[in-house]
């Protein structure tokens, strides 16, 4: 297959200026990629990770690179360490304007449902409907204070269902009705509450990769644009989209930010 | 396992459901597929802590079932609450052990299942889709559930299992001062049939059809049958 043409990344800077976000799961992946474009666009990052050895290189790299960013310790299945995270966006930077929930726990090999034990289901109840209640609870007084925003990232898996992993597909659906709910509950403060649904490079994904060299091919050939997104070129500003004003008419809503893989709404 | 046409028409014509959850739209279901001449199993105790052997206690000379209905909502997730007012453990027995008890569920049905190349299907309410203000964590488990049958059609289809969902109006799950605010909320509208549907006589002979051999080519369907009050995109 020839090189799939690629537009350069777009301008972000300035859109996220003065405001301060936490990205959970920062620590490789698309939260990194997330948290890179939302420093690009001027917010202040907060780099929450479980651990220190992947999250705190990424912050340095951002204040390397001109940002500002710090490092949080945080399980996100954990209340105190949520609230924590929001407590030193608050002491860093003096406020919170998005919370971006991104961690998850990795959905493993595929297998049936029937396959998959207890100690699965509650890890990844845990990370994904469990922690986004967190998430959303600890950030809200701050986010209704000037027109904040709540992010979730799900999954295509999320909207069409997933035969190789289907209880991430119930655990990525779950979250899409608790965004819808709270789009409802939250929009007369002003709140928004969205979610994007990616398809990118990912830990997750050179592992599903490498355990399933045709799986690469298979996912190009159903992708219109011929291509697995980029964290930070291609997941990251759909991200600073959702957080800033020029979404501002928009919420409840989920993206399929997947090179048009999913067409089916 | 192929489905054996004669096996529905002849040998099978009591055929038995196991219907999960208390109340309505649990019951009514119930009453409907009973008319219909099904055998009903239910366990109707929402509070139950599921596992793999649940079915198999309450009904141990079970060897097969052709239909599970799934509509477990503890009482607790039918109230409105105000996200920011809820504690942990309200958010536990709202949301994450519904969830957590509808997985498992569906995992301990599916050797009975796939035994009698049944069918399960998962009843939602409208909240689960569209939003529901003050039922965040009824709306989590739900669309949960939902998600949890498209991925169950793609994955036990190789079983012969077939798996869908059916988004029911917020007055087969609510109180009714609760249910009509929360239609109000979702539809610019009524009904077009001028009501929503009757759970016993409209709404349970659609889950037995979904059961029957014209329907063997539907996989993870998600129906809305509410009379047309939502007509999602």
């Known amino acids: 297959m020839s090189a799939t043409p690629t537009p350069p990344s777009p301008p972000v800077a300035g859109l996220l200026e003065g405001r301060v976000a936490i990205i959970t799961g920062a620590g490789q992946g698309v939260g990194e990629g997330i948290a890179d474009s939302m420093a690009q666009a001027g917010a202040s990052v907060i780099i929450a990770a479980r651990r220190a050895e992947t999250g705190e290189p990424v912050a340095e790299r951002i204040r390397n690179e001109g940002g500002n960013a710090a490092f949080v310790k945080c399980d996100v299945t954990v209340r105190a360490d949520v609230d924590n995270a929001v407590d030193v966006a608050i002491e860093r930077f003096g406020r919170l304007d998005v919370m971006v929930h991104n961690a998850v726990s990795p959905p493993g090999v595929p297998r049936p449902l029937q396959e998959i034990d207890d100690q699965t289901i509650l890890l990844q109840i845990g990370t994904s409907t469990t922690a986004s209640f967190y998430c959303a609870q600890a950030a809200f007084p701050h986010l209704k204070n000037d027109y904040g925003s709540l992010i979730l990232l799900t999954s295509p898996a999320g909207i069409e269902g997933s035969g190789n992993l289907p209880l991430y597909g119930a655990i990525k659906g779950a979250q899409r009705g608790l965004l819808k709910s709270l789009a409802r509950e939250w929009g007369p403060e002003g709140v928004r509450v969205n979610a994007i649904a990616p398809v990118a490079w990912t830990p997750a994904m050179d592992v599903a990769t490498a355990a399933n060299p045709t799986l690469e091919a298979r996912l190009r050939g159903r992708t219109p644009l011929q291509r697995i997104g980029d964290p930070t070129a291609d997941i990251g500003p759909v991200a600073v989209f959702l957080a800033s004003p020029l979404s501002r008419h928009m919420t409840g809503q989920t993206l399929a930010v997947d090179g048009g893989r999913y067409l089916g709404l | ?233």
């Open chain 2, 1 to 233: 396992m192929v489905p054996d046409p004669q096996r529905r028409l002849a040998g099978m014509a009591r055929r038995t459901a196991l219907i999960v959850g208390a109340d309505d739209p649990a019951d009514s279901i119930a009453s409907g597929l009973a008319d219909a001449g099904w055998v009903v199993l239910r366990i109707d105790d929402d509070d139950l802590m599921w596992d793999d052997h649940t079915i198999a206690a309450a009904f141990p000379d079970l060897d097969g079932l052709d239909l599970v209905v799934h509509a477990r909502y503890p009482a607790a997730s039918r109230r409105r609450g105000a996200l920011m007012d809820l504690t942990d453990d309200d958010w536990r027995i709202r949301a994450d052990e519904p969830f957590e008890a509808t997985i498992r569920l569906a995992r301990s049905a599916h050797p009975y299942l796939a035994g009698s190349a049944g069918t399960i299907v998962f009843l939602v309410p409208l909240m689960a889709s569209a939003g529901g203000e003050g039922f965040a964590p009824m709306a989590t488990a739900a669309e949960g559930a939902r998600l949890l049958a498209k991925s169950l059609a793609k994955t036990w289809g190789h079983d012969h299992i077939r798996a869908h969902a059916i988004t029911l109006d917020p007055s087969a799950f609510l109180a009714p001062d609760e249910a009509a605010g929360m239609a109000e909320a979702n539809s610019l509208h009524d009904p077009p049939l001028g009501r929503v549907p009757d759970l016993s006589t409209e709404v349970a002979p659609i889950v037995n059809a979904l059961t029957t051999d014209d329907f063997t080519s539907l996989l993870g369907a998600s129906l809305v049958v509410d009379g047309g009050l939502w007509m999602p995109g």
